[in-house]
């Protein structure tokens, strides 16, 4: 079983920064992949950026050029660095691991630009 646990959501104005942290635990010998994805109120949950290794990442084009997603292997965590952050970024922000092909979610942590 693995567990995801996402810190670093908040309140900002547009314009600002944040960055997202998802740290997995449990027991499992290796992560394929980490993702974050995203839900609006209103809309379906997205693909924000994903991450198999630090040369193979891929993100929505709503964010490329703002956002960076990052991992550290060693602490089981991945990174979401957010900036220019705008209105429309607002969401829920929801960590995604896949271990043994099998899809991990974390809690999703509250994300919201103010304008």
């Known amino acids: 079983q693995v567990q995801l646990v996402e810190s670093g959501g908040g309140l900002v104005q547009a314009g600002g920064s944040l960055r997202l942290s998802c740290e997995a635990s449990?027991?499992?010998?290796?992560?394929?992949?980490m993702a974050w994805y995203r839900q609006a109120p209103g809309k379906q949950r997205e693909l924000v950026a994903i991450i198999i290794s630090s040369t193979n990442t891929n993100y929505a084009d709503s964010v490329k050029g703002r956002f960076t997603i990052s991992r550290d292997n060693a602490k089981n965590t991945a990174y979401l660095q957010m900036n220019s952050l705008k209105p429309e970024d607002t969401a829920v922000y929801y960590c995604?691991?896949?271990?043994?092909?099998?899809?991990?979610w974390g809690q999703g942590t509250q994300v919201t630009v103010s304008s």
């Open positions: 449990g027991t499992f010998f290796s992560i394929n992949a």
């Open positions: 995604n691991a896949v271990v043994s092909y099998k899809n991990y």
